[in-house]
Every structure is written in C-alpha cells, then in structure tokens.
C-alpha cells in the first residue's frame, strides 16, 4: 500500500490558513493543545505561505503551543457548551471578526465533533467540504486532498473547491513539527452570537474516553490491533504497544465478545486511524475493519490463515496464531531495545 498518494508539492495559498483546535482539560487544571491540533497546525504552514490562524473553543486556550507552532492569532470563546454547532457558530464568528485578510483554507479535525462542524461551517459558507482527508496538498493555486473511499477499497483524489474550503484531516496523517513562532500568539476573545438550534444543544458531561496504551488511539504512531484471533487474551497485545510506544486497538468481533471496551474498535464502525505502524494480532481483514485502517503507512499482519484478506494490504504478513508469533517478537523485541 502506498504511503502517499499525493505528490510532494512545494506550491503554497497566497493566503492565511484558519484551524479550528481542539484543547483538552478546563479552566482550573489549564487546557492543553491537542496533539492532532499540533499536527494540523503543521499541515497548515506546509500549505500557506502567509501567516497560520486559529479558533478555540475555550477563553484559556494553550498559547505557549500554539506560539510553538506559529499561529499568529487565537480566537478565544467562553463556551457554555461543546456541541457541533455552537462550534461551527465560533469559526463563523472568527471569520467575520478577522476582517483583514480571506483566509484561502479552514482546516480542523475530522473527529466526531470536528467532521460535524465542518459540514456546518461550508454551509453556511457556500463552499466546499472535505471530511477524514489523509493528505492535502496546493496544486495550480488549488487545494487538492486525498482519503479512503468506499469502505476503503478504494483511494480517492479530488479537488476541494469553493473560497476559503473547509478541510477535516485524519489525525496521524501529519507528522507535528514546531513552526518559525511569531513574536507572540495575539489572544483576540470572540463575541458570538449563537442561533436558535446551536443554543437548543447542550452538553450535560463530556468524559475522556479511557485509552489502551501510552498515547490515545486515534493520535497514536503505532497501533497494534487484536483480532479474533487473540481468542480473548489482549495481553500480548498491550504489552507489543508498550513496547513500542503505541496504542492497542480491537476489531468489531473482539468488542462484541466484550474482550475490550468498546472505544478501542478501529474501522468503519469504530476509530479511523493513520499510524506509521499498524500490527494486527489474529485480523483477518474484513472490509469495515480495513477502511479504518487504510491510512496506515506501514502494516503488518500476523494470522493463522494464509487466505486471511489483510494480507492482500499488508507490507508484510506472518501467516501462524497469535500465540506462537507474538511472545517471540516480544522477546525479540525487549533483546533489540
């Protein structure tokens, strides 16, 4: 499977770039710049070649990250509430207070509340949308973006038209790096007034979801996913991404067995993810599991069945049980690091 669809492309928007982060943490323990935000904030610099803004959704947003990772201006908003819709009420907000520039990109994170607020956001707008985007890049003075399609059989690469289009990205798809800061992120507070229908949404309690591993997984470089064929032991699993710094994940038939909580399935019903790394312990391969999947830059597939699908996607497969693969790699593993 290709890492990259898309062709390296120097060509930059002779316009600024809006991202829409996401913080963790509240007012009294400090928000903190996500990691997939920092990621998207990297992709932004890497398509403009003016200046990089962002929208909070919080009055106390990281300001020492976003300095960090170049953002010239943070639009801050006290929130009563997190919905889809009050957030795509503060980006529209933030578009109508910046009167300066036009922003030729708005950029967010297609998680679930981020893919909501984008389709809301280039409504609004009157201009065009794109949702789970593994790659983006400027071709011709056009943004031209890539992701999964049909399950993800197949990949698709499309042009995102419209004036300023709105653009969610996969989280993992960009590698974060620090940008040239400025000499200060300006704080600019938002004003906004909300409609009828993002005020008749209210969020009563918004609770991390518990993460298997080090990193969460829709972040995570290294994920290492078990199958019906860890046959209800994710021992081996947990302690592969320990070793690698990764986060484990399940199929749908081992969340169904109730192996593992049901945040850690990973495809069409569950997390997409785009890791550097993917290994899956005893996954056969099932179409709704490969669509989450299909992003990964490298996969390696370890099955008992050497008809098993995954192996048609794999960069390398190891055809035997999970049982007599998986405790020597550990071992393996431990001698190396």
Sequence with gaps: MPAQLLENHSEKLDAP???????????????????????ILTLAHALTNQAVDAVALNDAPDTQALTEFGVRTVYAANLTSSSARVGAAVVDAALAAFKADAYGLI???????????????????????????????????????AKPVLAGAWNSIFEVRGTAPVVSVRPSSVE?????????????PLDVTYSDSA???????????????????????????????????????????????????????????????????VGQTGVSIAPKLYIGLGVSGAIHH?????????????????????????????????????????ERLRNRL
Excluded: M
């Design 107 to 145: 950029l967010n994170v297609a998680n679930y509340r981020g893919r909501e607020v984008a389709a809301g956001l280039a409504v609004k707008l009157r201009t065009g949308v794109a949702a789970d985007v593994t790659e983006c890049v400027v071709q011709d003075g056009k943004v031209v973006a």
């Design 176 to 188: 974060a790096k620090p940008q040239p800061a400025p000499a200060a992120t300006n704080v600019e």
């Design 290 to 330: 490969v669509t989450g999947i299909q992003a990964a830059e490298k996969i390696v597939a370890i099955c008992d069945d050497p008809d098993a699908p995954i192996f048609e996607i794999a960069d390398l497969g190891i055809v035997g049980t999970v049982q007599e693969v998986v405790p020597d790699l550990i």
């Design 17 to 39: 770039v809006l991202v829409l982060t996401d913080h963790s943490g509240n007012t009294e323990q400090g928000y903190v710049l996500s990691e997939a935000s920092k990621q």
């Design 199 to 265: 005020r008749a949404v209210s969020v009563d309690q918004s609770v991390p979801e518990a993460s298997s591993g080090n990193v969460p997984l829709p972040e995570a470089d290294v994920v290492v996913v078990g199958g019906r064929g860890v046959e209800g032991d994710f021992t081996a699993a947990e302690e592969l991404a320990d070793l690698l710094g990764g986060a484990v994940g399940a199929t749908r038939v081992a969340c169904d067995e109730e192996w593992i909580d049901r945040s850690a399935q």
